[in-house]
């Protein structure tokens, strides 16, 4: 979203921090997902991790090293309230390549078609008797509804939907063989 | 070595989603929007798989040498774990199946390595507490929902 929206701090904002799942990382039932955090300059200090700067060296090329080293693990080490750790660093790697893959366009375009998506599912539901948005603000990709039951509810009674239990879904790819088909169908019909 | 941007060229993507029918402007207040595209390099396939094999052998590490440090991350963890870890039926799940009825139950995903019994416990009936990681395991142990 935040390829379409105004920045946090063209908005206001001093800090600002963001879920990075969506850029590249899977559901993987809950992580390794990764964080974003940003403040105005003035506040780099108190950042907890690794701050990578750029500079020159003595030959005027362009150097890429870990700055601003007065972090709290080395001063008050035991006592810190936050930790380096390099796992990070792979779903940063991760989210990087995605990024680049991307590029502003695809990244814009990913927020858009999400919006789209989401006003259709807006359409629908509110269209359903009894279910109210929350609110008439603008909204992103994410939006609530007002339910006339508990959402939890709800949401029970549709995965309890049931009447698919004697269903078998059958997928083929490029990968399978004719012969396997008919192997499968043959056994099928040995067992029924 | 050069950073992605060096490659960028206007205009250039490796990877387009399909055209959206309507566009941020038609859906969002213009107060809330941005001026300028996000400031990202433009870059093809080709440029991204080049600077992105480029700067892996630069790299100094367990897989290509001796490497006698070892924080957290660097530690005796065996190869086929990362396989495992990558299998679709975990990285597809969503942190909040654990909290559906029904959805997980006792057809909870079990697998089993040829090296070790079982790598994600879902007994009948009973409760898959150790495999929970990350969001759904804080819910859980904050007695939030139900396996």
Known sequence: MQSVLKTPGEMG????????????????FGGPYLGIMTCTKDMVRQMPGRIVGRTNDIEGRTGYVLTLQAREQHIRRAKATSNICSNQALCALRTLVHLCLLG????VRTAELSMERARYAMERLTAIAGVRPLSTAPFGNEFAVRLPVP????VDRLTARGGMDDVLLVACTEKNSFEQVGILAEMLGGIL | MKTAFAASVPGRTACLPAEPKKHAADMLPANLLRAKRPALPELGELDV???FTRLSR?????DSNFYPLGSCTMKYNPKFTEQVAALPGFTRLHPLMAQLKGAVGDRAPVVRDHRHARVHPA???GRAR???????????SQGQGQP
């Open chain 1, 13 to 28: 904002a001093d800090i600002a921090v963001a879920e990075g799942q969506s850029l590249g990382q899977p559901l993987s």
């Open chain 1, 104 to 107: 502003p366009e695809g990244l």
């Open chain 1, 151 to 154: 959402a939890f509810e709800a």
């Open chain 2, 49 to 51: 798989v080049r600077h």
């Open chain 2, 58 to 62: 630069l790299n100094f590490g367990v």
């Open chain 2, 123 to 125: 007994p009948h009936g």
């Open chain 2, 130 to 140: 150790r495999a929970y990681r990350g969001h759904a395991y804080r819910r859980l």
